[in-house]
């Protein structure tokens, strides 16, 4: 149960190798928590992630196998999950960059980039959702992208993966509207995390600590959207207002 | 167990007073015992909890995806004047027992800072009013309470017989025992519904400790408000008994029993979220200060006005605006009553906006192992949930009162974390010894049950 100071005792992380989604669960006050899962492939990335929150005097980290394109077996992990005991925060931080060109060349690529970072998305989300229903309380954070505010020709289909997965959000979060349960859709630009290594730079580029902070201060407002960094969003409403041809021309 | 997504008929966000940490429960209004037995019997996997006029401040009275039921129309209200005894439903509040009873010449044994509460949250709790270090709590004084526990059985319960254990586990027992269907307790017979206040202001806190220390005694009631704005933790003492039929003037003694208070007014739903801030508070506790008198006795006050003064603004707890409040309430031995002090400067220092600040001495405490008095120095302050630092104070500030053997007040609770209560109630283990006979499904819980691992 989160406390009257909105500290959480329990975080999910979907996606528990996720740079952004560690420092996330680092951001939020460690003295109240005492239940943090790690949902991920098993790898020696998630047994050092593991390693790591618990050396920072986190209490009760574990991980658990997860696989976003397993749909058929993401009811059973949420319910094992969540029978165990209340989830305050679920963070759904999942998802691949995917490599453009050669997805133009083999669309079988393009479905899998999909697959993971929509269809898997929205099968856990759904799952979630309908326990924080039952629990009566709880946030689903959803990581969206701005790269699903306006579709580039540089990561249209990554984009286009994201502006479906915000579209869930944003719905699911009005259908969930007055129960308790609360969706915050998350839209970070450029994150400097392992997902963008080796990539130039976009402007208002941020570490991924800064992106979790921005999220623990907008679950303690109640928010529903949040840009990371926040100036990203007069950035985007600027962008979207502009032509096809001269958005077209951009650099990147 | 699929569920519907959007909100349901019947399903409401609840929180405690604090209006912190909202969770959605199926409530349920009952209106007999048969009705609360059936309603236990079939609860789902998240349980079942009463909520009560929810006036605690915290997570007490509510509990997420679960059924809550609302025994507010279980409130028969009888009075036995011969024997001084009233036999109330759990649902009835104590201001309806009061406008029963004091035109009758009696009083309740027990009554908090606000009349908006149940018969069944004030055992629930059992809450503690300015007459503590006199008549204790007012699980003190229940003869009998009638309980339908976690197998929707009916249970009559009273301190002095086998039940005695189930019986006291019940008192303080914050709803995790099963439901109170109804209470018989006693009464503090009266000639007057008026008091007579000795108000004493006193220009800091040692001096306002010191006072207490040796006056208490001399009255059946007494608290303290203390400035937290002035760092010299200057206060008023008031103090009082119920008034005799001869200390009232002849106009007062033609309505000696009256009693008839009205909610005066009702806060706007929306304040402006800075309208509590620093200077504002500042203002109202030097005005407050000042409108006291610098010593004055025997003054003839009304029930509302020395017991309520707040239950004349209906939903005050708004003024804290949509961020809502909480309230830090410790108890500390008389060995550390230093610690008042250092609570009071560290909540300054981090520019706590509280004017309902309360200093009291409590009396000893009672077997209930769950309950919160016990002898030693209470302080209760009002904060805002969101301002900067609290969180890091009030930690450092649990921990000076567990290591000084003292402990917080579950019906104001709403953040310490499950170490310090199990470290502070060091007989939870007995408790829920008995509480498992009680309720061996584990069907009653709520939020603070599960935030506490209680
Ligand atoms: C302005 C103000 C001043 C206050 N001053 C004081 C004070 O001076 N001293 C003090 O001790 N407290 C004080 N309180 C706190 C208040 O008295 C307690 O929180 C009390 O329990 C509230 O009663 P309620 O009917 O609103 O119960 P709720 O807050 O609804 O419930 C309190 C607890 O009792 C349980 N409960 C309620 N009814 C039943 C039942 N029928 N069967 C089983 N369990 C039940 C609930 O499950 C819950 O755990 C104050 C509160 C306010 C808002
Ligand atoms: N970095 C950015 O600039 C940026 C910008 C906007 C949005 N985002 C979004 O923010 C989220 C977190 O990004 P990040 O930068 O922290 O990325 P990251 O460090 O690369 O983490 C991505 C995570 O996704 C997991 N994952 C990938 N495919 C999976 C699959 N099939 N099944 C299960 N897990 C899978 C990875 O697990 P493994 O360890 O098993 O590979 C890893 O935990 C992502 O949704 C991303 O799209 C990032």
């Known amino acids: 149960m989160n406390d009257a100071l909105g500290e959480p005792q329990a975080i999910l992380v979907f996606g528990g190798t996720s740079e952004i989604a560690l420092a996330t669960v680092r951001a939020f006050p460690r003295e109240r928590l005492r239940r943090v899962i790690l949902a991920a492939r098993p790898s020696a990335g998630r047994d050092a992630a593991v390693a790591a929150l618990t050396a920072d005097g986190i209490a009760g980290v574990c991980a658990v196998d997860f696989q976003a394109q397993a749909t058929s077996e993401h009811g059973a992990l949420v319910d094992a999950i969540f029978d165990a005991g209340d989830i305050d925060v679920t963070l759904l931080a999942f998802g691949v960059l995917g490599d453009q060109l050669a997805e133009e060349a083999s669309p079988d690529l393009a479905v899998e980039v999909a697959t993971t970072n929509y269809t898997g998305a929205l099968s856990v989300g759904l799952h979630v959702a309908q326990r924080l229903r039952s629990q009566g309380h709880g946030t689903l954070v959803v990581f969206s992208s701005v790269a699903g505010d306006r579709a580039r020709r540089s990561n249209y289909i990554y984009g286009s993966t994201k502006a479906g997965l915000d579209a869930f959000g944003q719905g699911l979060g009005d259908a969930l509207h007055g129960t308790g349960a609360k969706v915050l859709v998350v839209r970070p630009g450029f994150v400097r995390t392992k997902m963008t290594a080796g990539m130039a730079e976009a402007p208002l580029s941020v570490d991924p600590e800064a992106v979790g902070e921005l999220v623990v201060k907008a679950l303690r407002k109640g928010r529903e959207t949040v840009y990371a960094p926040g100036p990203l969003r007069f950035l985007m409403a600027g962008l979207k207002t502009l032509p096809r041809p001269v958005f077209r021309k951009l650099p990147r | ?454």
């Open chain 2, 1 to 454: 167990m699929t569920q519907e997504l959007s909100l349901q008929q019947g399903e409401q966000l609840l929180t405690g007073w604090g209006r912190t940490a909202p969770s959605l429960a199926q409530v349920v209004p009952c209106t007999s015992t048969a009705e609360v037995q059936e309603a236990v019997r079939t609860a789902g996997p998240r349980g079942v909890l009463v909520r009560g006029l929810g006036r605690s401040y915290g997570d007490a009275a509510q509990s997420g995806g679960a059924r809550v039921l609302d025994l507010q129309s279980i409130n028969s209200i009888d009075y036995d004047a011969e024997a001084g005894l009233v036999t109330a439903g759990a649902g009835a509040s104590l201001d309806a027992v009061m406008r029963t009873i004091v035109p009758l010449g009696a009083f309740v044994p027990v009554t908090p800072g606000t009349r908006m509460i149940t018969v069944g949250g004030a055992i629930g709790a059992d809450v503690h009013g300015k007459n503590h270090h006199v008549d204790g709590t007012f699980g003190a004084h229940v003869r009998q309470l009638s309980l339908v526990d976690g197998n929707g059985e009916l249970r009559e319960l009273n301190p002095d017989d086998s039940t005695s254990a189930q019986f006291w586990t019940t008192i303080g027992g914050m709803g995790l025992t099963g439901a109170m269907t109804s209470a018989c307790f006693d009464v503090i017979p009266i000639e007057t519904s008026r008091m007579s206040v000795d108000t004493k202001r006193v220009d800091d806190l040692e001096e306002v400790m010191a006072h207490m220390v040796t006056g208490d005694s001399r009255y059946r009631y007494t608290v303290a408000w203390i400035d937290t704005v002035s760092a010299s933790g200057r206060g008023i003492i008031t103090s009082g008994d119920h008034a005799s039929l001869d200390q009232l003037s002849d106009k007062q003694r033609s309505t000696a029993l009256a009693f008839a208070p009205k909610a005066l007014a009702s806060a706007p739903n929306l304040f402006p979220p800075g309208l509590l801030n620093k200077l504002t508070v500042k203002a109202f506790n030097e005005a407050w200060f000042r409108r006291a008198p610098l010593d004055r006795a025997d003054e003839i006050q009304s029930i509302g006005a020395f017991f309520h003064p707040l239950d004349g603004v209906q939903n005050w707890n708004r003024v804290y605006g949509p961020g809502g409040f909480l309230q830090y309430q410790f108890v500390v031995p008389d060995s550390a009553s230093e610690l008042v002090r250092v609570a009071l400067d560290r909540l300054r220092g981090i520019s706590a906006p509280s004017f309902l600040t309360v200093l009291k001495r409590f009396g000893e405490a009672n077997p209930a192992p769950l309950s919160f008095p016990k002898t030693g120095w209470t302080l209760a302050a009002d904060v805002p949930a969101g301002l900067p630092g609290l969180g890091t104070v009030l930690d450092e500030l649990d921990d000076l009162v567990a290591d000084a053997g003292g402990r917080l007040y579950l019906a104001k609770d709403s953040r310490q974390s499950p170490q310090m209560f199990a470290r502070t109630y060091p007989r939870l283990g007995e408790w829920q010894k008995i509480r498992d006979e009680l309720d061996p499904r584990g069907v009653f819980t709520s939020d603070l049950a599960r935030r506490l691992s209680i």
